[in-house]
């Protein structure tokens, strides 16, 4: 069993990865669709590039003195790969893991060798096939551990890090009931590299934001929760189907490197923006382009979309009717024919 974690706190005493095995950390709140509509729940540590097209083979340690808790294997059925999730205890409620781990190390391939998943699942998200399998576990390890290798995986230019604080929850929504039921992980999300050794945390938080531009922002490792109540800002579910997979969702939040800019991300339900990134920086006034956090209940709200616009109107407090109109611009009269219908 963990044992409680310190008043002040978990302290994170290594890197994940060598600081020349990553080029710069994505903040929390980054925008994939349509597997991941949202804003992500994890940092991703993009990878140095090894000229053959596909990200370079490097070490993955742990962060902390812990147990590694959980293995995941992720069975990439049309793609014809696998790779590896880790989760690490810290301490009594607080967790670490790692996603998309390419290969693991002799002793935790050991440890599933002679273990029974806990769990079996096969789904489908952003058009691929997984199965993935579960295995409990409770091996110790020490900061700095080798744990497995990131990288060389086709498509995967980075190794996924997050956490998990569940001393309380971290993060509100508008409906707080649905994420308890549904989503509870997103509850209690937080960044890793809060909790990193003050001079760590330094070297990263220099390389925290995309390839050409630093997040300065505080706070500078990014948020994953924007809604706001009685607004259209945050996370929108579509309408009669269940909360998982994300892809038919809508998130309309800020984008993760410059929150000035306002993001919409689409996913399957909107016909024709599908699995598109929209950000814009947004009008102090009007209908047009306005910040999502200033869109109430009544009017229509027109978003450029470069080859249409993206009709919004806030029915009430917990419905959103959202419509994509093709060659049609924001200057034009404004109404819906065949909208879509999100929930909170």
């Given at each position: 069993?963990?044992?409680?974690?310190?008043?002040?706190?978990?302290?994170?005493?290594?890197?994940?990865?060598?600081?020349?095995?990553?080029?710069?950390?994505?903040?929390?709140g980054n925008l994939n669709p349509t597997g991941h509509v949202f804003p992500s729940d994890h940092h991703y540590f993009y990878l140095p590039l090894d000229g053959q097209g596909k990200a370079a083979v490097v070490p993955v340690f742990s962060m902390a003195k812990g147990w590694v808790i959980r293995v995941s294997v992720s069975e990439h059925l049309d793609e014809g790969f696998t790779d590896y999730s880790l989760t690490v205890g810290v301490c009594r409620?607080?967790?670490?893991?790692?996603?998309?781990?390419?290969?693991?190390?002799?002793?935790?391939?050991?440890?599933?060798?002679?273990?029974?998943?806990?769990?079996?699942?096969?789904?489908?998200?952003?058009?691929?096939?997984?199965?993935?399998?579960?295995?409990p576990m409770f091996?110790?390890?020490?900061?700095?551990?080798?744990?497995?290798?990131?990288?060389?995986?086709?498509?995967?230019?980075?190794?996924?890090v997050g956490a998990s604080d569940r001393r309380?929850?971290?993060?509100?929504?508008?409906?707080?009931?649905?994420?308890?039921?549904?989503?509870?992980?997103?509850?209690?999300?937080?960044?890793?590299?809060?909790?990193?050794?003050?001079?760590?945390?330094?070297?990263v938080d220099a390389n925290v934001g995309g390839p050409d531009t630093r997040r300065t922002a505080e706070p500078v490792h990014g948020q994953i929760s924007y809604d706001v109540p009685g607004t259209a800002m945050g996370n929108w579910f579509l309408k009669g189907q269940p909360s998982l997979p994300e892809d038919h969702n809508l998130a309309l939040?800020?984008?993760?490197?410059?929150?000035?800019?306002y993001a919409i991300s689409v996913g399957t339900a909107l016909s024709g923006l599908a699995g598109r990134v929209i950000v814009f920086t947004p009008a102090e006034?009007?209908?047009?382009?306005?910040?999502?956090?200033?869109?109430?209940?009544?009017?229509?709200?027109?978003?450029?979309?470069?080859?249409?616009?993206?009709?919004?109107?806030?029915?009430?407090?917990?419905t959103l009717l959202a419509e994509y109109q093709a060659g049609q611009g924001c200057q034009e009269p404004m109404a819906l024919s065949h909208p879509v219908t999100f929930v909170r």
């Open positions: 069993m963990l044992q409680p974690c310190p008043a002040s706190g978990p302290e994170l005493a290594s890197l994940p990865l060598q600081l020349s095995d990553f080029r710069y950390v994505m903040p929390l409620g607080f967790e670490f893991w790692y996603g998309h781990v390419s290969g693991l190390s002799a002793f935790l391939r050991d440890a599933i060798a002679k273990a029974k998943p806990s769990r079996t699942e096969t789904y489908t998200s952003g058009g691929h096939t997984f199965r993935v399998s579960d295995y091996l110790a390890v020490a900061a700095g551990t080798p744990l497995g290798m990131a990288g060389g995986n086709p498509g995967q230019w980075a190794l996924d309380g929850e971290q993060n509100r929504f508008a409906n707080q009931d649905r994420y308890r039921n549904d989503l509870e992980w997103l509850i209690y999300a937080v960044s890793p590299l809060d909790f990193l050794r003050s001079d760590l945390k330094g070297l939040v800020k984008d993760p490197i410059d929150p000035q800019k006034s009007g209908n047009v382009a306005q910040a999502f956090d200033e869109v109430v209940p009544g009017s229509i709200y027109c978003y450029p979309t470069g080859a249409g616009r993206l009709l919004l109107r806030l029915q009430n407090e917990e």
